[in-house]
């Protein structure tokens, strides 16, 4: 969008005009980036000078944009320019510079000075006007503005190029997040505002991730460590702990050379696969700190993450005293040597852990910093000792050899190839070793303080397991391949035993048989001396040093990791007693209260100085967060979400399953009790947080799961035939908003819970345009309620022209495959003379459609009514169970455009208006007003399905035999606990002269159908005729909307029917009058034998389209139902839905 020249550029210089976004000029600062909090106005005069832009390029400058057209663009954050601080409250204004200087506007035919296309100049309000004098044009913008997106592609548009602030969740410390422009602001009519949206996309912020941003927006100077120093040489300090000094060599005397190397390949293949695991999930996003805790959380959920969150916190607490009091008996050991012991054994070791676990805390407190320079000198000093022992084992010393050290020799490597346990078995020797090879999570469990997490943790756990894996590999090979098992010290030897003697000592003069037979007499060789490498060694106290740093640094880091993953844990407010433990402090938001809680847990064991019990439990813990991990890649594989995609690719699901097994059977091995323990914690806590239902949602592959299963399954049950046996009642219940009809919810809900399908339908109708974006949001709210309310249903919104559309658009595409609904169900519209009778065509229009479409049909009448949406704020009374799922602000509002009573079907011209909607509102004192008798009536009778209806009956008028349904729906109701009590009684017509034979023969049919029944009365007076006053009140209701041709012209008559065609004619009512005397008599049968029934069950008497006008039809449906208990008129759609078939 350059000015055009008068002169054509050459082809080398138009580069960089039309790719100045790209390429700017170094001697131009290019337009900046301001995150915008502003939303786009987009105005037609704008698009249109967009497109005259477009379409003349000579002209461009002239173009009149009005400064009505505001708009704020996210721009990336490659173009540094004016702060946001700076460019409050000015505009930018897209300008052409003079390219003399003087700054002058220019006309468009002047060239424009190369860099200095479309530059901009920041110009305050107030100086805005008087800026834009001589005629001259400019494009007004609201606060962060810049010229990136009018370069984009040369066009004038707000619509946004890819960028990958577009995609953050918070402001990371990696970038800010920016805001695209929404759809509807790019695609919604021109004169229509805006969704005024905080986030596009519907990317608002959990409470966690909005502390992130505050945290991220605080911590300036932050230190992050690269992949050497954050996680391999973590990782080698902790996996190389005290046993590669003082026990790898008594494994190698019990298990032998060859065994010895299979246990180290069995404890490296269970840290590979899991190495490999950690890698894949920490390579699929960006991971922030928690390490072990936030891997498992984000891949299965809050609920296995947070149980294994605290109880891996928890074993790195623990494993600080663990390692602390191996250091401290090292220490005691060398003051007994030279007999320097303050007090005794055992309390020495609690006074050297404490002073040492009091330093180690002092280092973490410190800072990361400080930490990092202690981890580097002590891998310095466990090397060297490493290296040491490497050099004395080629230096053979006489002294050494009455102690069992001969150098490498051929015999001595063949005698200790194979295994001589002693006390021991394999396993047990494994199960010694294994916790060894732990500690691969120690990079990750920082990950938090990584500069790359998702490069460092895959590079550094994978090269620290295989450097400590070789390490210990060769420690196993040279020890036994240059010590012999059994030594006396003895340097005596004479030639008499030479002669008997077998070993492998004895060609270098050495008989140590009698160790054989007395074991206690020796305490030297593989076998009974743990400090062996100290004595091989080039030089002594070297190991002894390493032996420290061994310690030491596996301490240090588990005092690091603790608080780190507990800080994360404690962020997410799973367990939420323990939120002050997130709180960080200081540029790296240093975990302190985490630091003193893992110090004093730590402090407590130390302590207590007997960790026998407590070590296999930690190694179980440590396990439990491998098997969990490898689990995940599994898990996050099976479901096929396409969120997951690591960029670690040297993974596989079927591996990682292995490896999930494979730690669960090393838990086993190493001590089945301890595994057990673990066990019941992990699904202890699982249980609770599942309970709690923290309200989280982090994309885990166990939604992702879940997804993929329902989707197969649904596929699958589509192609697979219906079959009688199998017939649930899936019901589209025309509720409107979920919470405004409760009665029609919860008796609905009574008999489809873990039955069948039910959907909520709500139609809206208006004169407005539709707004699909409240519709969107409406039904996310309410399904929402539904969950909280322990109502198993889905909310189904639709716009529609009138109500008959909309219910036609319901009954036809809701649903899915197999899980569509068969039955409509719909509330009685009380108020059906009260209203404009088209509303009366429409609902009953509504019947016929569901039957045209093979639906069965159910109408609930409560004589109270069921729409509860004209009352406010009466939270207390509606829902009892709001009150249990802590929605205490829930309330129903009011709806002053529907008539009370009515079904949703009711046209609404405000029914698309959240304000007149009973919609999910902030409850306001001043809505408090006292209710009148009827409305309280109708909040008792709304909430009558929601208590135990203790002993009472159901009874089932089944008159009509239409396929069951009649029957089903009652006999599923009494199986459910708050209708158990009651009993069905079941009522037929028939013949005077046959009532015993149709008693034994309807008994006989459902003995057959295996419905439980306490009786059956036989109606032989079904046809008698009503009372002459109940004849005369009929006459009377319908009165009003009788045609009566008679009394007119047949035109006219002709042309009132066809404007009115509710109206009932008199030919109508002559020819119906058996049925209508039917109803009357029945009313008065239902209050003789059915007025203190809980609920009355009746077949829906069905009137012939076309031939009965709906006025008299809902006069029927009235006449039939009045004063009476509850009652459900039920009609099925005459396909049989009950059998006696197997």
């Known amino acids: 969008m350059s000015a055009p020249s008068t002169t054509a550029p050459a082809p080398g210089e138009n580069a960089p005009v039309e790719n100045d976004f790209l390429a700017p000029d170094a001697g131009q600062k290019p337009p900046g980036p301001t995150p915008s909090q502003s939303r786009f106005q987009v105005d037609l005069v704008a698009e249109a000078a967009a497109a005259a832009v477009d379409e003349s390029p000579s002209s461009e400058a002239s173009n009149t944009v009005p400064s009505g057209y505001k708009a704020t663009v996210d721009a990336p954050p490659e173009y540094p320019g004016t702060s946001g ?23 468009p035919e002047a060239a424009p000075v190369d860099g200095m296309q479309n530059g901009d100049t920041v110009m305050s309000e107030t100086s805005l006007h008087s800026s834009t004098g001589g005629g001259q044009h400019h494009y007004h913008y609201d606060t962060h503005t810049n010229t990136y997106y009018l370069r984009t592609f040369g066009h004038n548009t707000i619509d946004a190029v890819p960028n990958i602030d577009f995609y953050r969740h918070t402001a990371a410390p990696l970038g800010e997040k920016l805001i695209r422009p929404t759809l509807s602001e790019l695609h919604d009519e021109l004169d229509k505002e805006p969704f005024e949206d905080g986030f596009a996309n519907g990317d608002e912020l959990t409470p966690a ?65 899991t190495g490999l695991s950690t890698s894949a999930i920490a390579t699929n996003g960006f991971v922030r700190g928690g390490g072990a805790y936030y891997l498992i959380s984000r891949s299965l959920g809050p609920e296995f993450g947070g149980s294994i969150g605290l109880i891996f916190a928890f074993a790195n607490a623990v494993a600080v005293a663990m390692y602390v009091v191996g250091f401290a008996e090292t220490v005691v050991e060398l003051l007994a040597g030279v007999d320097a012991l303050m007090t005794d054994e055992i309390n020495d070791i609690r006074i050297i852990g404490t002073i040492t676990v009091i330093l180690l805390l002092g280092i973490s ?49 063949w005698e200790n190839m194979g295994p001589d346990f002693r006390k021991e078995t394999f396993f047990s020797v494994f199960a010694i070793f294994f916790p060894a090879a732990t500690g691969i999570l120690a990079g990750a469990n920082i990950s938090g303080d990584l500069a790359d997490p998702q490069l460092a943790i895959p590079r550094g756990t994978m090269l620290a397991i295989l ?18 098992r059994d030594a006396s010290g003895n340097d005596t030897v004479t030639s008499q035993f030479l002669m008997n003697c077998t070993d492998a000592s004895c060609k270098f003069g050495y008989d140590f048989s009698a160790c054989k037979r007395d074991k206690d007499s020796c305490r030297y060789g593989l076998h009974h001396d743990y400090q062996v490498m100290s004595m091989v060694s080039g030089f002594g106290p070297i190991i002894t040093a390493g032996i420290f740093s061994a310690t030491l640094s596996s301490a240090l880091a588990s005092l690091v990791s603790a608080p780190k993953v507990f800080q994360a844990l404690c962020k997410d407010n799973i367990y939420p007693g323990l939120g ?18 893992t110090f004093v847990i730590a402090l407590v064991f130390i302590l207590i100085a007997e960790l026998n019990i407590i070590a296999p439990i930690i190694s179980n813990f440590f396990l439990a967060s491998y098997a969990l991990i490898n689990f995940s890649v599994f898990h996050a594989s099976l479901a096929n979400s396409p969120g997951w995609r690591p960029s670690f690719k040297y993974y596989n699901m079927w591996v990682s399953l292995a490896g999930a097994v494979l730690c669960c059977v090393v838990m086993f091995v190493i001590n089945w009790s301890a595994a057990l323990f673990t066990n019941v914690i992990v699904l202890g806590l699982y249980i609770y947080v599942s309970y709690k239902k923290p309200d989280v949602n982090w994309g885990s592959s166990t939604q992702a799961l879940t997804y993929h299963q329902a989707l197969t399954h649904t596929l699958h049950l589509s192609g697979v035939e219906d079959h009688i046996k199998n017939f649930r009642p899936q019901c589209l219940v025309m509720t409107g908003y979920p919470n405004s009809r409760p009665a029609l919810l919860d008796l609905v809900h009574s008999f489809t819970k873990n039955v069948g399908l039910m959907i909520c339908g709500h139609i809206r109708t208006g004169y407005r345009r539709p707004n699909f974006k409240d519709l969107a949001t409406d039904q996310s709210r309410y399904q929402r309620w539904l969950l909280k309310n322990e109502t198993k249903a889905f909310y ?158 159901v009874d089932v008028w089944w008159l009509f035999d239409d396929g069951g349904l009649t029957l089903l729906i009652p006999y599923l109701l009494t199986n459910k606990k708050r209708w158990k009590d009651c009993k069905i009684r079941v009522f037929i017509g028939g013949k ?30 079904i046809n008698t005729k009503p009372k002459k006053e109940h004849i005369a009140a009929f006459d009377e209701t319908i009165e009003p909307y009788r045609l009566r041709e008679d009394d007119m012209e047949q035109e006219a ?64 449906l009235e006449v039939l139902s009045k004063d009476l208990p509850p009652i459900l008129l039920v009609r099925g759609n005459h396909q049989s839905v009950l059998t006696f078939y197997s």
């Open 85 to 107: 601080e700076e460019a409050k409250g000015r505009f930018r204004v897209v300008n052409f510079i003079d390219p003399s200087g003087a700054g002058s506007p220019v006309s």
């Open 209 to 273: 991730e909005e502390s992130a941003a505050k945290e991220a927006a605080e911590s300036k100077g932050v230190v992050k460590f690269g992949w050497i120093k954050g996680v391999l040489v973590r990782c080698m300090l902790n996996i190389w702990g005290v046993m590669l000094f003082i026990r790898m060599s008594w494994i190698v005397g019990q298990a032998g050379i060859a065994l010895s190397c299979l246990i180290v390949a069995m404890a490296t293949v269970v840290t590979t696969i």
């Open 1053 to 1116: 008559a002709e042309r009132l029917k066809n404007s009115e065609p509710w109206r009932i004619t008199d030919n109508e009512l002559e020819l119906y009058r058996a049925k209508t005397n039917r109803q009357i008599r029945l009313n008065e049968l239902l209050k003789e034998h059915s007025n203190t029934a809980n609920l009355i069950v009746m077949s829906l008497p069905l009137a012939r389209k076309g031939a009965v006008s709906s006025a008299l039809y809902m006069a029927w």
């Open 992 to 1021: 005077i002269n046959r009532i015993d034979h149709d008693r034994r023969a309807m008994a006989t049919l459902l003995s057959k159908f295996r419905i439980d029944f306490s009786d059956i009365t036989v109606l032989g007076d």
């Open 580 to 597: 002050m433990f997130a709180k960080g402090y200081g540029k790296n938001n240093e975990p302190l209260r985490g630091y003193i809680l």
């Open 365 to 413: 407190v410190a800072g990361m910093e400080w930490e990092a320079k202690a981890q580097i000198f002590l891998l310095f000093v466990l090397i060297t000792a490493i290296i040491n022992y490497f050099i004395g084992t080629f230096i053979t010393v006489q002294s050494k050899k009455s102690l069992g050290f001969f150098g490498y020799d051929g015999s001595i490597m």
């Open 796 to 953: 189904t919104p639709v716009f529609a022209e009138d109500m008959r559309q909309g219910s036609q658009y319901l009954l036809q595409a809701a649903g899915l495959g197999r899980l569509k609904p068969n039955t409509l169900v719909l509330g009685f519209k009380n108020d059906w003379r009260d209203g404009d009778m088209m509303n009366v065509e429409t609902y009953i229009s509504m019947i016929h459609d569901a039957f045209d479409f093979q639906y069965g049909a159910v109408i609930l009448r409560l004589k109270e009514g069921l729409d509860v949406s004209h009352i406010h704020g009466q939270d207390d009374l509606l829902s009892s169970q709001e009150k249990s799922s802590g929605m205490k602000d829930v309330i129903v509002s009011i709806d002053t455009s529907k008539d009370c009573d009515g079904d949703s079907s009711k046209p609404s011209s405000k029914a698309t208006s959240l304000q007149n909607s009973p919609a999910l509102q902030k409850d306001k004192k001043n809505m408090s007003v006292p209710l009148n008798v009827s409305d309280q009536r109708l909040l008792e009778a709304s909430q009558q399905f929601q208590k135990k209806q203790g002993k009472g009956t």
């Open 467 to 484: 450097i400590t894996g070789i390490v210990y590999l060769g420690v196993a090979v040279s020890t036994g391949s240059c010590i012999v």
